[in-house]
């Protein structure tokens, strides 16, 4: 297997890092050029490349990120981007879009798994549903996997919401949180793409959980106080995503709930 991973971000890296760890062959493009890492290739995907890219590839991650958070921007890297690449490397047969949980929009905080119905309200998760359907349409195999947030090292908003002491909105229903560490993120997905899967995976932990519970638990952890509760507007986008799909695929993830993720980040 030759795999072309497009997006050398933080978890771009991660899942060409763990491919490589189980003898697959990884090429990488980043945006801008890496001299501390010659073996990247610096491509603007937002552009035709058509010529750019050498060598056959069996399978194509794309993994790439905007850099300022935007309509505009995400188009350019989600969708286009992904046109892009296809069009420059038409011989290789399967396409790994990775996504977001947003593309489900509100379901008011019931559960949902990768049947479920898709209506995003806001941009982000509207242009990121578009270009699910631009790889599930391109006549190759197609694997979608929607993240929920990801955490871990250098990725600490819920630590600094807790030390930032400002009083927290809640509501009825509460807002559900749907994490993923970064480390099971990367591994989950060299996991799938390892087997060949195709279809929809939500890359999520075991546990979805009012964000309140998880701040309290954090809050105890760290030796801080729990943020005060004040009353807020209801919260929108709210969801709980199911994993079962995942765990199905044979995949356990090494942090199966938010307190294993966060008890090994606070050491």
Request: aromatic share 6%.
């Amino acid at each position: 297997m030759r795999v072309l991973v497009a997006g050398s971000g933080d978890l771009g890296s991660r899942i060409a890092q763990a491919l490589q760890a189980s003898g697959v062959v990884v090429a990488r493009i980043a945006r801008r050029a890496r001299p501390e890492q010659p073996e990247v290739q610096a491509l603007d995907l937002s552009r035709p490349v058509a010529g750019a890219i050498q060598g056959d590839y069996d399978v194509l991650v794309h993994c790439v990120s905007p850099s300022t958070r935007d309509e505009a921007a995400y188009r350019s890297v989600y969708v286009d981007a992904l046109h892009h690449l296809m069009a420059a490397v038409p011989t290789a047969g399967h396409i790994v879009f990775v996504s977001s949980t947003a593309v489900y929009g509100d379901h008011g905080g019931a559960w949902v798994d990768e049947n479920a119905s898709c209506q995003p309200a806001a941009f982000n998760g509207r242009v990121l549903y578009e270009a699910e359907q631009v790889a599930r349409s391109s006549g190759r195999q197609a694997l979608v996997l929607r993240l929920g947030g990801i955490y871990g090292p250098g990725r600490e908003m819920l630590l600094r919401r807790v030390r930032s002491g400002e009083p927290l909105p809640v509501s009825e229903p509460p807002l559900y949180t749907n994490r993923v560490h970064v480390d099971d993120a990367a591994a989950a997905a060299a996991h799938l793409i390892r087997r060949g899967t195709a279809g929809i995976v939500n890359l999520v932990d075991d546990q979805p959980t009012a964000q309140p519970e998880v701040l309290d638990w954090l809050a105890d952890r760290m030796g801080l106080p729990r943020l005060e509760r004040v009353p807020g507007p209801r919260a929108s986008d709210n969801k709980r995503v199911a994993n079962a799909r995942l765990r199905d695929s044979g995949y356990l993830p090494r942090f199966p709930d938010y307190r294993a993720g966060y008890a090994d980040l606070l050491r």
